[in-house]
């Protein structure tokens, strides 16, 4: 019997019900994915509660599955973290007279106008001038 190496095109699979390899027949199809959110995952991570604490999901539950309430689940740590700095940052920018406030959507728009945001480039926390990056502000 003779051999033949057949490549899969990505993103299909071999239709095993219009296939027929007795007859040397091989009918690809696309491959159905489901998306993401609508199977079911044990989500684990971290949320940042009411007193502004980052606390870890109870993965004692059996399955947490997607939904309207649970979006706030950060896969690790150190983002729900840096996500509670975003936060104390945003108030500071829109509080602090010395910022000027948020960067708008019109300033945004504004390839001419330069912004400063705070980045973190190689390790290091610096203040980029932009034009027209968006970046958190």
Not at 14 to 22: A, K
Not at 49 to 62: A, G, P, W
Not at 114 to 119: D, E, F, L, N, S
């Amino acid at each position: 019997m003779e051999q033949i190496l057949i490549q899969i095109p990505e993103g299909h699979v071999i239709d095993t019900e219009q296939s027929n390899l007795e007859e040397g027949k091989i009918v690809f199809k696309k491959k159905e994915v489901t998306p993401w959110r609508e199977t079911k995952h044990i989500i684990v991570g971290y949320y940042i509660d009411d007193n502004s604490d980052v606390v870890q999901v109870d993965t004692d539950q059996e399955c947490i599955n997607i939904n309207s309430r649970n979006k706030n689940i950060f896969a690790n740590k150190k983002q729900a973290r840096s996500m509670l700095a975003m936060a104390q940052l945003s108030q500071i920018i829109k509080n602090d007279e010395r910022f000027g406030g948020p960067i708008t959507d019109r300033e945004w728009k504004d390839e001419n106008l330069r912004k400063y945001v705070i980045a973190r480039v190689s390790g290091k926390i610096i203040i980029l001038t932009i034009l027209y990056t968006f970046y958190f502000s």
